[in-house]
């Protein structure tokens, strides 16, 4: 169900159904571009998941006791094309 506000004191929630099978990828990414537009102008709005809250702290602890590695992008992709071969 996708439920989207029609004015600030409003909502109307419907069901949408799209034709994912029948769109070309690049159909479905100019929709995946003008949902996150919508979305991204009332980022407000939208609460964080409490399992997203507790990944950030724990990503956070393990940047603060050292247990964090980074790598630079190049670095990152190198790694990952060779886990890839």
Do not use: C
Request: charged share 30%; proline share 2%.
């Amino acid at each position: 169900m996708l439920a989207f506000r029609i004015a600030s004191d409003y909502v109307l929630s419907m069901t949408v159904t799209l034709p994912l099978d029948d769109m070309t990828v690049s159909e479905k990414l100019q929709l995946m571009e003008a949902l996150w537009a919508d979305l991204s102008r009332n980022a407000d709005a939208l609460e964080s998941p409490e399992w997203h809250r507790d990944v950030l702290a724990e990503r956070e602890r393990r940047i603060t006791s050292g247990e964090a590695h980074f790598s630079d992008w190049e670095q990152a992709k190198a790694n990952i094309r060779r886990q890839l071969t």
